[in-house]
Nanobody, 122 residues
Framework: QVHLEESGGGLVQAGGSLRLSCAASGRTFSSYTTAWFRQAPGKEREFIAALSWTARSTDYADSVKGRFTISRDNAKTTVYLQMNSLKPVDTAVYYC???????????????WGQGTQVTVSS
């Protein structure tokens, strides 16, 4: 099992940047495909980005491609989401997720964090 805890959310102006972190427990972290999702008020949770457990593949939603970057540090068992050129439509609760040896980067995922709020003001 793996426990996930997000941090780094907050309030930022449009055009600004934030970096979210997701700290994971567990000694087999490098075996997990990791991903970020978000959920805006009144909307369903949507896929944002994923990084395969091999670190050879990434996938991004069209809405964030070119603006967001997912990365990981296996030594720190942490996944990051660098968000640049933020827009008010990016306002949502952001969740990290993990799946053991998952090859389908879009999910489903077995483990989820509690989420961190990102608010982008216009």
């Amino acid at each position: 099992q793996v426990h996930l805890e997000e941090s780094g959310g907050g309030l930022v102006q449009a055009g600004g940047s934030l970096r979210l972190s997701c700290a994971a427990s567990g000694r087999t972290f490098s075996s997990y495909t990791t991903a970020w999702f978000r959920q805006a008020p009144g909307k369903e949770r949507e896929f944002i980005a994923a990084l395969s457990w091999t670190a050879r593949s990434t996938d991004y939603a069209d809405s964030v491609k070119g603006r967001f970057t997912i990365s990981r540090d296996n030594a720190k068992t942490t996944v990051y989401l660098q968000m640049n050129s933020l827009k008010p439509v990016d306002t949502a609760v952001y969740y990290c997720a993990a799946g053991l040896y998952r090859d389908d980067l879009r999910g489903p995922y077995d483990y989820w964090g509690q989420g961190t709020q990102v608010t982008v003001s216009s």
